[in-house]
């Protein structure tokens, strides 16, 4: 499965924006579930949030609920990530992923994007 990322850029708190995964590969399988996870130096990698394969499901950290919504469109093959009221401690480079079964809860990634850079200035 190759994951690609985009739509990270520099943003002032406050700011919004959104990144989107295209999956492809004749290993994707649209019926798992798939996540948005970030990492900053500090910090290790967290799961910022997590989507079943109808949407239906959505898991989101503490820290982004109220501010971010998960989404995909199976029919594009694309994830997104809408991040809205951003704060300087979301900046960290996000990660889509791709999980190994549909379970929204205890899936593991499997395969990895290669990252944006998200950062919000204060």
């Known amino acids: 499965v190759q994951l690609v990322e985009s739509g990270g850029g520099l943003v002032q708190a406050g700011g919004s924006l959104r990144l989107s995964c295209l999956a492809s590969g004749p290993a994707f399988d649209k019926n798992y579930a798939m996540a948005w996870f970030r990492q900053s130096p500090a910090k290790q990698r967290e799961r910022v949030a997590v989507?079943?394969?109808?949407?239906?499901?959505?898991l989101y950290v503490d820290s982004v609920k109220g501010r971010f919504t998960i989404s995909r469109d199976n029919a594009k093959n694309t994830m997104y990530l809408q991040m809205n009221n951003l704060k300087p401690e979301d900046t960290a480079v996000y990660y889509c992923?791709?999980?190994?079964?549909?379970?929204?809860?205890?899936?593991?990634?499997?395969?990895w994007g290669q990252g944006t850079q998200v950062t919000v200035s204060s």
């Open positions: 989507i079943s394969w109808n949407g239906t499901r959505t």
């Open positions: 992923a791709a999980l190994d079964g549909p379970d929204v809860v205890a899936g593991t990634p499997q395969s």
